[in-house]
């Protein structure tokens, strides 16, 4: 039934938004390691 | 890491598929809501042990370890309490019942929340040792809050949402096979959240070290 | 200076502060006024219905009066920086922890006393089980919450929004007790059941928690 696919989804979602929210963190930490190397010029 | 991935999502959707069931195909929610749970679980002691580690030694490693685990923990208990309403909706025609193991594992999610809001609004470094202590409280608590909840049912018995008497054997093996690839999931999640961890730190302490040598490069 | 000793200075030292200044008091006294009254809005019980939801209003304020009166334990220590005196001194932090523990416990259970006939009155409220069973049920109960909430408390001081981190941190963890209080004073107003199981549990928890309170306060002070 559409319940079944409803607490699929609604697992993989939750998970998703998690693994997002780490990439999201993952690519300011990136930003910020490229400013710092540019202010560094060493 | 792909490998693993790979390897766990084809279990997944191969297993998950086959064993019908009686209560019709809904029922299938079960192979994804009880790994989740077990899985949360797993993770909560997990920082129960990394908390207590750090209170003896305090090893950075642990401070990280305790918060990945309790946030992934969080994550999996998040999924417990929705795959729950929404399997007992069409099964019980009910979307909560206050019974033992639900209403604990809101509890548990609760505690572990405040944790990492704790956390988050603490400021300066003794962040690691007051949310370590924390833990110790939450994890101590957890058989108090399932013993009283226990007493509250008995007193105010609710529907019943048993796990079903016997498990078909064959089942059970979907549904280890489902805790398996969950486990791996969460190992992989856990440890790159790790990772992000572990560089944010070093970012900090260099961008700290700097902060201090700037005036003198200056000038 | 022995430990007891310590205590027992520290915490006449809040009373005596407390009595002067009556801040904490009352303030609590008409938080828990105003919550009696704003339920009684809301609900309005035949006696029988009373009897089995006092229980739940009851403990609810006094627990929102319990939080009112923590937020304030550990404000004026650290505007007078006796923190720092405590840290340095080779007084045990234990002796602190009891000593401001005694103190919020006496602050609440004198509000109880205050607010129970109120209550009494409001809800017309009469104990169909054993009444006097309510004694150790508020003790425990009492206790339980102001153990933890001002280890809370503590902890709490360093961080943003400190006034809500308490509540945050503290209900979670006290549902098991907070449950047993509801219980056992609903079981006992309504003679359906003995407390006596709930007022085990109160008793482990308390045993529990003070324990881990004792044991961890003093890395939590020299944490700060």
């Not at chain 1, 079944?4 to 690519?27: E, F, Q």
């Not at chain 2, 609760?110 to 833990?135: C, D, H, K």
């Not at chain 2, 949402?161 to 059970?172: E, Q, V, Y």
Request: glycine share 4%; with cysteine; aromatic share 14%.
């Amino acid at each position: 039934m559409t319940y079944l696919y409803a607490a699929y989804a609604a697992t993989w979602i939750i998970h998703l938004v998690y693994l997002g929210s780490v990439l999201i963190g993952y690519r300011r930490l990136q930003r910020e390691i490229q400013d710092m190397a540019r202010k560094k010029p060493r | 890491m792909t490998l693993a991935l790979l390897s766990y999502a084809l279990y997944e959707a191969l297993v998950a598929a086959p064993t019908e069931q009686t209560m019709g195909d809904v029922q299938r929610i079960f192979y994804y809501h009880v790994p989740s749970a077990w899985t949360a679980f797993l993770l909560f002691l997990i920082n129960f042990v990394a908390s207590v580690y750090y209170l003896i030694r305090r090893s950075d490693r642990a401070d990280i370890i305790a918060l990945v685990s309790a946030e992934v923990g969080v994550v999996f208990c998040t999924v417990v309490l929705v795959t729950g309403p929404i399997w007992a909706r069409p099964v019980w025609g009910i979307w909560w019942t206050w019974d033992v193991r639900l209403t604990t594992t809101l509890v548990l999610w609760l505690i572990y929340v405040a944790y990492l809001m704790l956390r988050r609004f603490s400021s300066g470094s003794q962040t690691p040792l007051v949310a370590a202590v924390l833990a110790v409280f939450g994890a101590l608590d957890v058989p108090l809050v399932y013993f009283s909840i226990w007493y509250f049912r008995t007193q105010h018995p609710s529907p019943v949402i048993g796990k079903g008497g016997s498990l078909d054997p064959r089942m059970a093996h979907v549904l280890l096979i489902n805790w398996a690839a969950f486990l791996c999931f969460a190992f992989l999640v856990c440890w790159s959240r790790y990772r992000l961890e572990r560089v944010r730190r070093d970012v900090e302490e260099t961008q700290a070290l700097e902060a201090l040598l700037e005036p003198r490069s200056v000038s | 200076m022995s430990a007891t000793s310590i205590t027992r200075a520290t915490l006449f030292k809040d009373l005596r502060l407390e009595w002067r200044s009556k801040d904490a008091i009352n303030a609590m006294t008409f938080f828990s006024l105003l919550v009696v009254v704003i339920f009684s809005f809301s609900f309005n019980p035949t006696a029988e219905e009373s009897r089995l939801i006092a229980g739940g209003l009851v403990w609810v304020a006094f627990l929102f009066a319990a939080v009112v009166a923590l937020n304030q334990t550990w404000a004026r220590e650290l505007r007078n920086q006796v923190l720092d005196a405590y840290r340095v001194s080779p007084a045990p932090a234990e002796a602190l922890f009891l000593a401001k523990a005694l103190g919020n416990f006496l602050f609440v259970t004198v509000l109880e006393i205050v607010m129970t006939p109120l209550f009494v009155v409001f809800y017309r409220l009469r104990p169909l089980g054993t009444g006097w069973q309510l004694i150790p049920v508020a003790v425990l109960g009492t206790w339980a919450l102001v153990v933890n909430g001002t280890f809370f408390a503590a902890m709490s001081i360093r961080t943003r929004s400190r006034e809500i981190m308490l509540p945050l941190l503290l209900f979670p963890i006290s549902i098991p007790a907070l449950i047993a209080m509801v219980e056992g004073t609903t079981v006992i107003l309504t003679g359906d059941a003995s407390p006596r199981p709930l007022i085990v549990l109160l008793a482990v928890y308390d045993v529990v928690f003070t324990t881990v309170s004792l044991i961890l306060f003093e890395k939590v002070l020299h944490a700060e």
